[in-house]
């Protein structure tokens, strides 16, 4: 086991600094990019503009907009984040890029928080649609939801990813929405899946895990971003932490609950001295490899949905030293929220650059610490 960096939780003082850096970087952004997106990281520390909404990331641009609108009360951020509303509708009724099980990252943030929060129907109506087209994935009788491309495709078919465990939340939503409970038993059977297969009896997780597209029988697990199919990609880890907990809360099953602390004790025991993960989680200090500052963000949200003692400690640490070592604040020359994370170390994808995710679930966990009160919306 690594030594565990000791430093105690962020004092309120701190997490008031680094919320008001955050919302002067938002404000910046706000004023650049507009109702347009910025690219999925930064290149040279500065997020470029991609024009138009397409990938599997733009969400999280109105998702921090709606938290900053959250921590303040200010209806102008809450205006700027409604402004993508119209483009997230029309994303899923024009089926455009929608191909891909991240209709829940998609959709959540872009459309259930406006929901939920201005009752805004068309958000409504959109995201309605978007689960909708999410069970158009599913493969049976497997009973994944297929994570990429066309349904038919050889090397796709049968394949689900971890990251999928954040999308199921648009399907308990819609289920709720609707009163129509097929959305929500697809999601946990999905979820049932994933804890018996792509979670390692060591706690560890694949990334991708491929399942018999004809008789349903798992086959294989495999890796597309972390350093082999037979280590742990440290993002993945993260959304398992929250994933599980995520999904033990819409279902209250106890099983989710053990496989995300299962998760969450295994990436605790390898985070290296200052307790922010190197990209796989197979590499330690002294390993020359970079850091994924993201897959920090999102473990500190799980475990501070797990809750307890243990845990909210463990957050604490690694949001002290995001905070401290890893944000942006003091740094005008970047309009990223956090520096040094990795989108696809294999394929030399958004290296040691900010990241879209990782900066909107840095938002969100200051969000959370901001105010204790806080509901997120997944």
Known sequence: MTAIDVRPSPDAEAVAAAVAAALTTIDRNIATFGTNYPGDTTTGGNYLDRGGNFGWTTSFWPGMTWLAHELTGDASYARAAAGHVPSFADRIHSLSDVDTHDLGFLYTLSCVVPWQLAEDTVARDAAVAAADHLLTRVLEPAGIIQAWGDMSDPRQQGRTIIDSLMNTPLLFWASSITGESRYADIARRHTEQLRDNILRPDGTTFHTFYWDPAGGEPVRGETEQGSSDESCWARGQAWGIYGFALNHRHTGDP????????????????????????????????????????????????????????????????????????????????????????????????????????????????????????????
Request: overall charge negative; hydrophobic content about 35%.
């Open 255 to 378: 099983s989710f609950r053990a496989a995300a602390e299962r998760c969450a004790e295994r990436f605790l025991d390898r985070l290296p001295a200052d307790s922010v993960p190197y990209w796989d989680l197979v590499f330690g200090d002294g390993s020359g490899q970079e850091r994924d500052s993201s897959a920090a963000a999102i473990a500190v949200c799980g475990l501070l949905t797990l809750g307890g003692d243990r845990y909210r400690a463990a957050a604490g640490r690694i949001l002290t030293s995001l905070i401290d070592d890893y944000s942006t604040a003091g740094k005008p020359d970047s309009n990223a929220l956090l520096r040094h994370g990795v989108y696809d170390k294999p394929k030399g994808v958004g290296v040691d650059e900010g990241n879209l995710w990782g900066d909107y679930f840095y938002l969100e966990a200051l969000t959370r610490v901001t105010r204790p009160d806080w509901s997120d919306h997944w």
